[in-house]
């Protein structure tokens, strides 16, 4: 069974950057395609970003593209999401999970929450 | 980019009645291997989401029999043939097709 614990949320200001981390265990990881989602407080479920098993291929989602970066340690069985620029819309609950394939999101941490307000 | 639209935004059933939710995309979902990668996920409240739908009809591992999915294309379903106290929540169609997109969502309630 995979475990994803997420950390490294927080309260920043517009214009700041954070960097998110995911900490699996208890699986296989570097094979996997994993992913990061986010949900806005009291609003719906929005893709973020995901990243293959290698990090040699990447996606976002158009919002972000520029100012995130999603990578990744096998070695340490960890997932990132650099975040910088950030505007107060980034706000929200992030998710990491693993991505089985093509958004067979099976496993999902208990998500980190960013604050971006002045 | 594929818009997906759930309907209804909000449902209210009574326990052991049947529950189904509609979901729609903007373009086939269809992928070039011939599978569709439509899901649905699960939010129970003050939990992470979790799977419960893969490719259009498979009950995900754990998933009991009362959920199934159906559709094809661009026009998808969600069904819950009898309710319980332990299914409200928010329930999401996403589509893995072309790059990921989800649904608003639809809040079920008992």
């Known amino acids: 069974e995979v475990q994803l614990v997420e950390s490294g949320g927080g309260w920043v200001q517009p214009g700041g950057s954070l960097r998110l981390s995911c900490a699996a265990s208890?699986?296989?990881?570097?094979?996997?395609?994993m992913t990061w989602v986010r949900q806005a407080p009291g609003k719906g479920l929005e893709w973020v970003a995901n990243?293959?098993?290698?990090?040699?291929?990447?996606n976002y989602m158009d919002s972000v593209k520029g100012r995130f970066t999603i990578s990744r340690d096998n070695a340490k069985n960890s997932l990132f999401l650099e975040m910088n620029s950030l505007r107060a819309e980034d706000t929200a609950v992030y998710y990491c999970?693993?991505?089985?394939?093509?958004?067979?999101?099976?496993?999902w941490g208990q998500g980190t929450l960013v604050t971006v307000s002045s | 980019d594929v818009v997906m639209t759930q309907t209804p935004l909000s449902l209210s059933v009574a326990p052991g009645q049947p529950a189904s939710i509609s979901c729609k995309s903007s373009?086939?979902?269809?992928?070039?291997?011939?599978?569709?990668?439509l899901y649905w996920y699960l939010q129970k409240p003050g939990q992470s989401p979790q799977l419960l739908i893969y490719?259009?009809?498979s009950r995900f591992s754990g998933v009991p029999d009362r959920f199934s999915g159906s559709g094809s294309g661009t026009d998808f379903t969600l069904k819950i043939s009898r309710v319980e106290a332990e299914d409200v929540g928010v329930y999401y169609c996403?589509?893995?097709?072309?790059?990921?997109?989800f649904g608003q969502g639809t809040k079920v309630e008992i």
């Open positions: 999970a693993r991505d089985q394939y093509f958004g067979k999101l099976d496993a």
């Open positions: 208890g699986s296989i990881f570097r094979n996997d395609w």
């Open positions: 990243i293959n098993g290698d990090g040699s291929e990447k």
């Open positions: 373009q086939s979902l269809v992928h070039g291997d011939g599978r569709t990668y």
């Open positions: 490719e259009v009809s």
């Open positions: 996403m589509q893995g097709t072309h790059l990921k997109t």
